[in-house]
């Protein structure tokens, strides 16, 4: 079973892109997949224009089953949707002993282990309680990177607080970044190739992979204002052709993790 | 022309790594887990950990005190003991003689002294007028009506009873099980008895407290929860085992267990969300029914009004557990007070006659359907059993069957021996009869 995170503490470097293409890739794959957003912008529902019944918060606090709060915008995917209660989950959570293990527990309860071959998180970009939860459930997290310099500042965190996470808990290398994915690129653009091989720098001195690019593509926009996946707006453009490459990288890069590390 | 940009270097990544901005990312975990849940609740102004409040819950919603000087003014009919007469009747008939200072002014005003010892020249502080508010009781309004559950509907909501006859007759029996067994979703529950899917979520977990209900297996994300649905006999029996007698309903949409003093035994009514635990969380209260409700005492079950007979004699176990099988509703209270109105009638009565009489009297009952209240009906009617003709009519009943057993049973011996005696029976029929005769013996012998 594959757990990612999707995470970046900077806002739109398109985690909710990658989050969201990343899940319709795998579920192309025939791969189950439980779809979370933890985010309280609730950007995933928006931009698949889906109204479901009950959120995030319902299962995490008020311990609705996993069934009855997911939503499936399409085959092979389900998708656990955040609300504006998201933050008040999080206040709840916050008071908890065992705060950490939230989504560890709830996920497990409820089958998401049998049920899924694959969960993806999206998270906020502030760091918080459910990003937390999320990497100590997930281990692996990936980060989308933007071309800009403050965009690469927030990869720098992730990996920093899977760091610090992992201190914590005195389990080295257990949260680990496993791929940063530079997405909006642009050659054409003076900045890109400085942050490219920033990132590539990071990645040599970080021992993080370095995942294949994500180019501009309007698509991404168009798809988002007629809310439908990249695939359904046009199965040929640049983005959806990059992310399905990513996609395998992806799990070509999981299957290299030792088992320990995984879930 | 302009001028061309100069090359853009690389960022520095170990720069980035060691920026200040990064320190206390985790800051957020240095909260312990007490002090986010006092700064949550001191946030929302909502006591999540249940624990007990100042005030009573309907005068929370009032604005806190006010500053002295308006609050005199509101309180005066609470807090304020009466215009008394000063005690230097001097000073006052000089304060009162006095002439207003100018003309048209109205004379001084003669404040009321506080009950707290303050006289009039000295301003009564916050603390005191607040203590002085707080000694004087408060009127606890009404609320909900208070009833025994002699029946398993007493504890149910209108809805919750729809939900759980539904339940009832929508799930199978396995084998030799007293409760049923089913699996449905919210889904088809909520279509089922017309109620929302959120409600029925809630009358779930009601009805589970109720100890009406059982989840024997959660609902997973492809299978729906499966229910063991409890008798009504088993249900009543539960909720006796836990001392689950008095309720309070609030008219029919809202049914809550209670200690016979009225004060909550369960958690009352559904929480809204703000005050719902999250997953994990050790409730306070309990509410599961795999989890006695350990909040509250036991209410004492031979308590009852002072206007009552306090029952004298403790009743014999047995006559609980014989009453019980005849009808589950039978708690001690009852049969103690049973025991005791049947011994006052008639000392001597033995338990079987007291059974005798409840059961000829249950029998009665099942057939007429205007009787409400069973338990009630027996308490009543069967100690009358023992003040007229009908003990001494059961008792001679008894006395004659005992009479024509016995006869019947010398009968019988005499028969086995003549056949001993007879010298034409055969061997076979002789041992026949001294095994039967033996039997006999040993019968009667257990029997003294």
């Given at each position: 079973m594959i757990r990612l995170v999707v995470a970046n503490q900077r806002g739109g470097v398109a985690k909710t892109t990658t989050s969201v293409t990343l899940a319709r890739c795998f579920a192309e794959k025939g791969m189950r997949t439980l779809l979370i957003d933890t985010d309280t912008q609730s950007s995933i529902s928006s931009i698949l224009s889906v109204k479901p019944q009950f959120f995030l918060f319902d299962f995490l606090?008020?311990?609705?089953?996993?069934?009855?709060?997911?939503?499936?915008?399409?085959?092979?995917?389900?998708?656990?949707?955040?609300?504006?209660?998201?933050?008040?989950?999080?206040?709840?959570?916050?008071?908890?002993?065992?705060?950490?293990?939230?989504?560890?527990?709830?996920?497990?309860?409820?089958?998401?282990?049998?049920?899924y071959d694959a969960v993806i998180i999206d998270v906020a970009p502030s760091f918080s309680w459910f990003q937390t939860c999320g990497m100590i459930y997930a281990r692996?997290?990936?980060?989308?990177?933007?071309?800009?310099?403050?965009?690469?500042?927030?990869?720098?965190?992730?990996?920093?607080?899977?760091?610090?996470?992992?201190?914590?808990?005195?389990?080295?290398?257990?949260?680990?970044?496993?791929?940063?994915?530079?997405?909006?690129?642009?050659?054409?653009?003076?900045?890109?190739?400085?942050?490219?091989?920033?990132?590539?720098?990071?990645?040599?001195?970080?021992?993080?992979?370095?995942?294949?690019?994500?180019?501009?593509?309007?698509?991404?926009?168009?798809?988002?204002?007629?809310?439908?996946?990249?695939?359904?707006?046009?199965?040929?453009?640049?983005?959806?052709?990059?992310?399905?490459?990513?996609?395998?990288?992806?799990?070509?890069?999981?299957?290299?993790?030792?088992?320990?590390?995984?879930? | 022309m302009?001028?061309?940009?100069?090359?853009?270097?690389?960022?520095?990544?170990?720069?980035?790594?060691?920026?200040?901005?990064?320190?206390?990312?985790?800051?957020?975990?240095?909260?312990?887990?007490?002090?986010?849940?006092?700064?949550?609740r001191a946030k929302t102004t909502l006591d999540t950990t249940g624990s007990t409040t100042p005030f009573p819950e309907q005068y929370e919603a009032e604005p806190p005190p006010s500053p002295i000087g308006i609050e005199i003014i509101d309180l005066t009919p609470i807090a304020l003991t009466p215009i008394a007469?000063?005690?230097?009747?001097?000073?006052?008939?000089?304060?009162l003689a006095a002439p207003p200072e100018r003309e048209g002014a109205l004379p001084p005003l003669v404040q009321a002294?506080?009950?707290?010892?303050?006289?009039?020249?000295?301003?009564?502080?916050?603390?005191?007028?607040?203590?002085?508010?707080?000694?004087?009781?408060?009127?606890?309004?009404?609320?909900?009506?208070?009833?025994?559950?002699?029946?398993?509907?007493?504890?149910?909501?209108?809805?919750?009873?729809?939900?759980?006859?539904?339940?009832?007759?929508?799930g199978r029996q396995i084998?030799?099980?007293?409760?049923?067994?089913?699996?449905?979703?919210?889904?088809?529950?909520?279509?089922?008895?017309?109620?929302?899917?959120?409600?029925?979520?809630?009358?779930l977990r009601f009805l589970e407290s109720k100890l009406s209900i059982r989840t024997v297996t959660p609902g997973t994300v492809r299978s729906a929860t499966v229910y063991e649905v409890y008798s009504c006999e088993q249900i009543l029996v539960r909720r006796r085992e836990l001392g689950l007698l008095w309720v309070k309903r609030f008219g029919s949409r809202?049914?809550?267990?209670?200690?016979?003093?009225?004060d909550p035994l369960l958690p009352t009514g559904y929480a809204?969300?703000?005050?719902?635990?999250?997953?994990?969380?050790?409730?306070?209260?309990?509410?599961?029914?795999?989890?006695?409700?350990?909040?509250?005492?036991?209410?004492?079950?031979?308590?009852?009004?002072?206007?009552?007979?306090?029952?004298?004699?403790?009743?014999?176990?047995?006559?609980?557990?014989?009453l019980r099988s005849l009808n589950p509703a039978f708690d001690d209270y009852a049969v103690t007070r049973l025991w005791t109105e049947c011994r006052r009638q008639t000392p001597d009565c033995t338990i079987d006659e007291v059974v005798h009489f409840v059961s000829l009297k249950l029998d009665q009952l099942r057939r007429n359907r205007n009787v409400i209240n069973a338990i009630g009906m027996v308490l009543t009617s069967v100690p009358s059993y023992f003040s007229g003709t009908a003990i001494a009519d059961l008792r001679a009943d008894r006395e004659k069957e005992a009479k024509e057993l016995a006869l019947s049973e010398a009968e019988t011996r005499g028969y086995w021996r003549a056949l001993i005696d007879d010298p034409t029976t055969t061997e076979e029929d002789r041992e026949l009869a001294r095994k039967m005769l033996s039997e006999d013996a040993a019968t009667a012998e257990g029997n003294s």
């Open positions: 606090i008020q311990e609705f089953a996993l069934r009855e709060c997911v939503v499936s915008p399409h085959k092979n995917i389900d998708l656990l949707c955040s609300s504006r209660k998201t933050q008040q989950a999080e206040d709840l959570i916050a008071t908890q002993q065992s705060r950490d293990v939230v989504f560890e527990r709830a996920l497990s309860d409820s089958g998401a282990d049998r049920e692996h997290v990936i980060t989308p990177v933007a071309m800009e310099p403050l965009s690469v500042q927030g990869a720098v965190a992730s990996i920093s607080a899977a760091m610090e996470l992992n201190q914590l808990f005195k389990r080295p290398n257990d949260i680990r970044v496993v791929g940063l994915l530079p997405v909006m690129v642009n050659q054409r653009l003076a900045m890109t190739e400085p942050i490219m091989e920033s990132l590539r720098r990071l990645s040599s001195q970080r021992n993080v992979p370095l995942l294949p690019t994500v180019r501009t593509d309007t698509t991404v926009v168009k798809a988002s204002r007629d809310r439908l996946f990249l695939p359904d707006v046009d199965s040929k453009c640049k983005a959806w052709e990059d992310y399905k490459i990513v996609a395998d990288a992806v799990l070509e890069i999981l299957k290299e993790v030792p088992t320990a590390q995984k879930g | 302009a001028k061309r940009s100069s090359k853009i270097e690389p960022l520095d990544i170990d720069e980035m790594f060691n920026s200040p901005s990064l320190d206390g990312m985790l800051s957020f975990r240095d909260v312990e887990p007490a002090a986010a849940a006092e700064k949550l007469k000063s005690t230097n009747e001097d000073h006052r008939a000089e304060h002294p506080i009950s707290t010892g303050h006289t009039h020249d000295e301003e009564p502080s916050e603390a005191d007028i607040l203590a002085e508010l707080q000694e004087t009781p408060r009127p606890q309004p009404i609320r909900g009506k208070l009833v025994r559950a002699l029946k398993v509907e007493d504890g149910h909501s209108n809805n919750e009873n729809s939900l759980y006859w539904y339940l009832w007759r929508t084998k030799n099980s007293r409760s049923r067994f089913l699996q449905a979703g919210y889904a088809q529950l909520s279509k089922a008895i017309g109620v929302d899917r959120t409600n029925v979520q809630n009358m809202r049914v809550d267990f209670v200690q016979e003093t009225g809204p969300t703000g005050q719902t635990q999250p997953r994990g969380v050790t409730h306070t209260q309990p509410v599961g029914a795999t989890q006695p409700p350990t909040v509250g005492v036991r209410p004492p079950l031979l308590v009852i009004d002072s206007n009552e007979a306090q029952p004298t004699t403790s009743a014999p176990g047995s006559l609980g557990s014989q």
